[in-house]
């Protein structure tokens, strides 16, 4: 990062360089509407927030806009293609989970100061990423026979345990030294939760697992 990003900006300058990311910009107007676009999402405004949280949320965010830059990078070098119609299939699944029609929608990221545009792109990002693992990982993944019936017997052998429906926000702490501003990451996180922030929308934003694309969802588990 090139400016602490978690430092507020006069609302006028839009075109100020928060970070880069291997050469590539991010401006402050990119964090704002990604900060506007969080917010839409959980149904929160801006006012209902302190000074302390806006700056950890940005901070947050910003963190997330540079992982999505070198994935996109990476997603380039692999010439891996995202198409509107994969967008707005995305797109579609996210308004039946949150039970927005097009134009609520719209509405609030309009209500919010952010935009369409802001949301197709964040839905980009996260479409070209899993497609990369795939195209870099999916030839070494090998299921036998062996392995689908050893699953089979484990559901069979938990019919009639307690299920539950799970679903995870994963932080990781790459070395001791984060694992204080993770923790208050992870507070955030959770108060965030308990003020109502849907799950899938804050799962979406700030995990750091091949879950968050489907919003933490991990299925039904059994005992």
Known sequence: PTINAADEKDPGDTDSVVATVNDESISDFELRQRMNLY??????????????????????????????????????????????????????????????????????????????????????????????????????????????????????????????RVMEIFLPVDNPEQDAKVKKDAEEVEKQLHQGAPFPVVARQFSQHPSAATGGDMGWINE
């Open 39 to 164: 917010l839409a999402l959980n149904g929160f405004s801006a006012a209902q927030m302190t000074p302390e949280q806006k700056t950890r949320m940005r901070g947050q965010i910003l963190e997330q806009l540079q992982a999505e830059k070198v994935q996109l990078q990476e997603a380039v070098k692999k010439k891996i293609t995202v198409s509107p119609v994969e967008v707005d299939k995305r797109l579609n699944a996210m308004m039946q989970e949150y039970r927005f029609t097009i134009e609520q929608l719209r509405q609030n990221l309009i209500n919010a100061g952010a935009s369409e545009e802001a949301l197709r792109a964040q839905i980009t990002a996260s479409i070209a990423w899993q497609k990369t693992v795939q195209d870099e990982y999916g030839d070494r993944v090998n299921v036998s026979p062996e392995m689908v019936n050893a699953e089979m017997a484990r559901y069979a052998e938990g019919a009639n345990k307690p299920h539950y």
